[in-house]
């Protein structure tokens, strides 16, 4: 059994520490006000089989809370007295420098919380290190000078998640729509660099990922990118193919018609779009941004976001590409081809596409071989996200968040060039428990909450306000997102909807099922779940009204989190059954992953959720291996289509390199911690295997905290 020290590193469970410290506060009271060597011997085994129950690694701070109620218990209140005088003492000596230990275990390897803080980061890698260590330290001065103390307490406490504090000292934003059409059109500038319109498909794939690169070096969040703004390029490439062939054929004398002349260049365009595809694909994986980690972009394919004709088709041929290079994967250190967590891939079904007999059903087909094999691509309904928007289609930046509708001074609808401002997240669980299902008192809650949450987010607005473009030039001034002057402020880009800022939600499932004792699905629940959404709604439009700024509901990614929320939740309001009795909560509005029901059931019931969650929203459904069943993988696909804005399907993709397993990899318990097991050879040695596993919306293949390890332990099948 293991405890969680103050610096983040885990220890094992030693009773005779927790005796030792009752003791030296025992011995400065007066006999007769003492406990009993027994009493002592019998507290330290009350923490003991109280942190087995838990069923996770506890911390420090919450065994010794538990230890002075414990004295309390036995009516020995001045020991308790000068238990917690002995107590604050130490954490006096301790707060002179809050981050050094944080930092000196971080760099000796021993910080679990860090090593699983991100699925995509390997916290042993120096870049990475660095990273880590520059974010405890604006953490820090986030925690002590930037934000208000009630702030940081519900911060502390689960009550709100204040995301990315270890970025909030510098003046960065979350995520983006890259402009790449403007970038690849009009030139730009790299590290100083004069960049000029392509002349070629593979220049432009080029130029597109190490812009990739230095934008994720420039923010904290995801970042999306179209292929339409790439297929342009290829007629550029098929025009200088058909020049050089028909130069190369003068020059030696030979007569040759057109039609010979258009089939050679046209060999030329295939290899330069498979060279091309390949470029984007390795580079973005294999590229390391400077928080040590490859860019989280996201790659969008969407048919009709081109005209008919040559472009579209040019268009369908680098979505093919995608989707073969995809299929195949990328080679590990053993040389054996793996699933790659980026590019995240979105396909978007629409009606030329998602039936048999439609113009691109192949290319659909290629795209469900794809999500069989490698778990992308995901998929965005035309039909319905066009209902809930505007009539529009667009991706989403990074994972899941969307932008509103935006029209630019002409009243076109602009997307690309757009961004969000920072994202504040609120514990719906917390609200539930602190009201014990006093509905009155709920509402009230509800209320201060989102006052909370309001002033954290203008603080991000505020923190962002004044930024001047000279600080993120591929941003600001050199078109990813704008072409500001030189020392100009990004402000106008912070109001009217230009961008967003996103209020989000965690744990809609069990808010209801401790409020009604029932799941949001039951027909006599789901009235109070989709109440409280429009609650949320309705908050961001008065927001919005009061401000010019973009408030969005955002249906947060919790990854680390939803094991820190649940152990807050654990610490405030105790073991409650079906609401805080497990290591995470559920993300946004989804259904339990332990709630048995059938996939086309479960979009069919989260998709009037999504249309209540505009700032950001994916669902999913967990299915087995179904690369031998793929009209399956297509039957889910049209239910998409017809019923949900966007969903993914998620199936598993892992290797042992030991033994050469390419099955599950399992989760099995070792004393009372959760750990990854090859089931061929029994290899727990995380180093040497892949696995790939959807962690929030994107896929993951670093492994993930205990809470967020259970939750995928528990997930059933869908289909």
Known sequence: MKIIKRSGAENVFDRVKIENAVRKANITVEEKDRLSEDEIKEIALNMENKCFNMNRAMDVETIQDWVEADIMRHGKYTVAKHYITYRYERSIVRQANTTDKQILSLLNFENEEVKQENSNKNPTVNSVQRDYMAGEVSKDITKRFLLPDDIV????????????????????????????????????????????????????????????????SSQYGGQSITLSHLAPFVQISRDK???EVRKEFDNQNIKVDENTINNIAEMRVKAEIVQGVQMIQYQVITLMTTNGQAPFVTVFMYLDEVPEGQTRDDLAAIIEEMLR???????????????????????VLEEDNVREGTRYWELTKLAAKCTAKRMVPDYISEKIMKKLKQGYCYPCMGCRSFLTVYHDEEGKPKFYGRFNQGVVTLNLVDIACSSGRDMDKFWKIFDERLELCRRALMLRHERLKGTPSDVAPILWQNGALARLKKGETIDKLLYGGYSTISLGYAGLCECVRYMTGKSHTDSEATPFALEVMQYLNDACAKW?????????LYGTPLESTTYKFARCLQERFGMIEGVTDRNYITNSYHIHVTENIDAFDKLSFESQFQALSPGGAISYVEVPNMQNNIDAVLAVMQHIYDNIMYAELNTKSDYCQICGYDGEISIVEDDGKLVWECPNCGNRDQNTMNVARRTCGYIGTQFWNQGRTQEIKERVMHL
């Open 153 to 216: 307490e519900a911060h502390e406490k689960g009550i709100i998640h204040f995301h990315d504090a270890d970025y909030f000292a510098q003046h960065m934003h979350n995520c983006c729509l890259v402009n790449l059409e403007d970038m690849l059109q009009n030139g730009t500038v790299i590290s100083e660099v004069m960049i000029e319109k392509p002349h070629s498909f593979s220049t432009a794939c080029n130029i597109a990922t190490q812009s990739i690169a230095q934008i994720a």
């Open 241 to 243: 193919y058909r020049r």
């Open 325 to 347: 290079q995809r299929i195949q994967g990328v080679k590990n250190e053993k040389g054996v081809y793996v699933t790659p967590a980026f590019p995240k891939l979105i396909y």
């Open 544 to 552: 919005r009204a009061e401000t010019n700024i973009d408030f969005s």
